[in-house]
């Protein structure tokens, strides 16, 4: 089916920036959306943002001005650029994505995920 690897976190302190990344391999058709979700600890999955192929954007309201999604289709990867830091951004963040492909020998759309890279702002 389809894989997604993430690349990128790590620990940065208040006001750093990281730069995340997120390829999809595998038996792609075609991508409907692809974006990252982030859950803390002792909270539920959240949308951070996400890029649709046809072009529309869309960002929480925590990140607005702050993080920019950025997609390169030749390589089916995404980019998260964030910028000025601050520590309730910590937590888990998880590539996603939609994607034409096979499931159960006929041709579908499937939603995958990544396994995750932890981002974590501390001074």
């Known amino acids: 089916q389809v894989q997604l690897v993430e690349s990128g976190g790590g620990l940065v302190q208040p006001g750093g920036s990281l730069r995340l990344s997120c390829t999809a391999s595998g038996r792609i058709f075609g991508v409907v959306t692809m974006g990252w979700h982030r859950q803390a600890p002792g909270k539920q999955r959240t949308m951070v943002a996400s890029i649709r192929t046809a072009g529309d954007i869309n960002y929480a309201d925590s990140v607005k001005g702050r993080f920019t999604i950025s997609r390169d289709n030749a390589k089916n990867t995404v980019y998260l650029e964030m910028n000025n830091l601050k520590p309730e951004d910590t937590a888990a963040y998880y590539c996603?994505?939609?994607?034409?492909?096979?499931?159960?020998?006929?041709?579908?759309?499937?939603?995958?995920w990544g396994q995750g890279t932890q981002v974590t702002v501390s001074s």
């Open positions: 996603h994505g939609d994607f034409h492909t096979l499931i159960g020998g006929r041709y579908d759309v499937g939603s995958f």
